[in-house]
């Protein structure tokens, strides 16, 4: 019996590494996935042969996919906008409209995602941070409208080194001038 208890912790000594190297399954999955039903990030505009232009803002072009499924779980999705960062897919809107729609969609990313971190008990506000992608989720309590954002961090670390390389730097006057 002392034998079986000692290779039994020996055992258990052994695989503790492996166990703690591995980052928890929901969010291993979001970085899995790294996107949004089959659109991944840092995918070229190339890749996608139904997209239409929403609109620009700075050098990220948002595009909506002419074919996109309108449900998510076991709610309606009212709009989804995929954005390309300097041609890459850097980030996804997802919104819902209701209440019914709004918590079936956080149903189903929470049976994907896990439950995520709820900033507070007053807010339906939820935030995923995985390795790569960091999605949140983020509901009006007025409307009960919900919207999903889902971010490639590589490429938002790149837009935002690119933002503070390109802000004005001011020069502070001589003084006594």
């Not at 807010?123 to 992608?133: D, F, I, L, P, T």
Request: aromatic share 8%.
């Amino acid at each position: 019996m002392k034998l079986y208890s000692t290779l039994t912790g020996l055992l258990l000594l052994s695989s503790a590494p492996l166990l703690a190297q591995q980052a928890p399954a929901s969010l291993q999955a979001l970085d899995e996935t790294y996107g949004y039903r089959g659109a991944r990030f840092e995918s070229d505009t190339s890749a996608f042969r139904d997209l239409a232009l929403a609109e620009t803002a700075g050098q990220t072009r948002y595009y909506r996919r002419k074919s996109e499924p309108k449900t998510l779980g076991e709610g309606e999705v009212a709009d989804v906008t995929y954005g390309f960062y300097q041609g890459k897919l850097s980030v996804i809107l997802i919104k819902a409209q209701g209440i019914k729609n709004s918590r079936a969609m956080l149903a189903a990313l929470q049976q994907k995602a896990g439950t995520g971190t709820r900033s507070s008990a007053f807010a339906q506000r939820y935030a995923w941070n995985g390795k790569k992608v960091h999605m949140s989720y983020d509901e009006n309590a007025m409307s009960n409208d919900a919207i999903v954002v889902l971010t490639c961090k590589k490429l938002k670390e790149k837009e935002m080194k690119q933002a503070l390389k390109n802000q004005p730097t001011t020069k502070a006057a001589p003084i006594g001038s």
